[in-house]
């Protein structure tokens, strides 16, 4: 097993580029890391890592080993499944990532039933309204709201989820109802913006007479968490865009208003995300086939 240990710490190591990153990522120290990497290198009887004080990078031999590396934890992956295929008895421990709002409101909330179905997995969730590198902070899967760039992930599409802009009755009192996007961004409103590393310009993509319109909108207000958004827009502050399912409930008490509903936003998809050597493994089969169809269910009831 201390091996194996050594191999997956190489392989984190390798892809992350950094010992204290695959220490985090496993869970251990750095010394331990260094340990783990130190003891494959005398096993192997070469280095593996070219190391200086500011630097890490993978020797000759390091690539080398990369590929068999993870043909023997793919081995192992797939060894294991078949056993817990054959026990009926899935355990193990699930890495998950998800949006705040999504996994606030449709991934915790369903957790402990699937808990009680399957005592023996374990549930490690991240919420947070980043992109999340699935592959590089070792999650098993990770939910995701919005357009999707092209990768080597198995992707489940979940459900189409309907976006409308809303703002506040005080808000709308103060400074008027938008009626579309062309008013919106006439009349200098307020919007209320999601911001996350590499964010670009702030644009909201909504559906005209003519077909889907990018509006460049603008705000004095921006957070990378989308629950500090809604909290903004019912303190009134600004309009801000969001999933129907997120603010039902402030909409149905007239907390919040639909606004510029001319326009309304593109619906945005909800996905669950996989890495393509976690497919096989029972227990991620067995919580995306339990949340896709809780996810589902929320969906239709909220909407």
């Known amino acids: ?79 294991e499944a078949k056993v817990m295929q054959a026990s009926q008895s899935p355990r193990g421990t699930l890495f998950v990532a998800a949006p705040l709002g999504i996994g606030r409101r449709l991934i915790a909330p369903a957790v402990p039933a699937f808990k009680m179905l399957y005592p023996e997995i ?15 902070e070792g999650l098993d899967l990770a ?28 808000y709308i009192a103060a400074r008027g109802m938008p009626e579309d996007g062309d008013a919106l961004i006439a009349d200098k409103h307020d919007c209320l913006n999601l911001r996350f590393p590499g964010a670009r310009e702030f644009r909201w993509s909504l559906q005209t007479k003519t077909g889907a319109r990018a509006y460049a909108v603008t705000g004095p207000l921006e957070s990378d968490d989308g629950d500090v958004l809604t909290g903004w827009a019912l303190a009134g502050s600004g309009v801000v865009m969001k999933p129907r399912f997120e603010v039902a409930e402030h909409l149905a008490s007239g907390a919040l208003v639909e ?36 996810c589902r269910e929320a969906l239709t009831i909220a909407e």
């Open 1 to 79: 097993m201390a091996y194996v240990n050594n191999v997956k710490m190489f392989v984190r190591v390798y892809e992350l580029g950094s010992m204290s990153a695959a220490a985090r990522d496993q869970r251990t120290s750095p010394a331990v890391a260094s340990a783990r990497i130190g003891e494959l290198e005398k096993h192997l009887g070469v280095r593996l890592f070219n190391r200086t004080t500011r630097s890490l990078s993978p020797t000759e031999h390091g690539r080398l080993f990369y590929d068999g590396a993870c043909a023997i934890l793919d081995a192992i992956d797939a060894a």
């Open 122 to 136: 374990d549930i490690r969730l991240r919420l947070s309204d980043r992109i999340v590198d699935v592959m590089g």
């Open 143 to 170: 939910f995701h709201l919005g357009p999707l760039e092209d990768s080597d992930l198995k992707i489940r599409v979940i459900a189409d989820c309907e976006r409308l802009l809303c703002a506040a009755p005080s």
């Open 259 to 294: 606004v510029a509903a001319a326009t309304p936003p593109l619906p945005a998809q909800l996905a669950c995300l996989t890495p393509s050597r976690k497919l096989r493994d029972p227990k991620v089969q067995l919580f995306t086939e339990f949340m896709v169809a809780k």
